[in-house]
């Protein structure tokens, strides 16, 4: 693959994961409820998470920082396992919870484009 095909992907890939990860950081009123309610987490917790998550993105956004990107990586993929085992401790991890596919998907590519653009401009 040529590196400007890499860096393209690349960056469609880790942009359309920010974008996936950036619509989950502010629930409205009924994500809120249903967070603190049935998934049963305290309401600071909303905003804490939503916090890290807008520095996971900025940290794989802004070119550079190999090491801040591969711990934003980390921490972003920590919190999609976590919500996914969140669903599935209610027992609300059903066939309606394919969209969370697309977040791993988007993440991993994002993540295996980024190395593979990391191998192609280092000599």
């Known amino acids: 693959m040529k ?4 860096t393209i992907l690349y960056w469609v890939f880790t942009v359309l994961f920010a974008l996936a990860i950036l619509s989950t950081c502010i629930p409205n009123e009924e994500g809120y409820k249903f967070i ?6 305290p309401g600071y917790f909303v905003n804490y998470i939503a916090v ?10 802004i070119p550079g920082f190999p ?5 934003a990586y980390a921490g972003l993929f920590f919190d999609m396992v976590s919500a996914t ?5 209610v027992g609300m991890l059903n066939a309606d919870s394919w969209i969370m596919l697309i977040f791993f998907g988007l993440g991993i590519a994002s993540y295996v484009f980024y ?4 191998n192609v401009t280092q000599p």
Do not use: C, D, N, Q
């Open 67 to 71: 090491r801040v990107k591969e711990w």
């Open 3 to 6: 590196p400007k095909t890499i």
């Open 36 to 41: 603190t309610g049935l998934l049963g987490y």
């Open 52 to 61: 890290f998550k807008v520095l996971g993105v900025i940290g794989i956004l």
């Open 115 to 118: 190395h593979k653009k990391m």
């Open 85 to 89: 085992y969140s669903f599935y401790a």
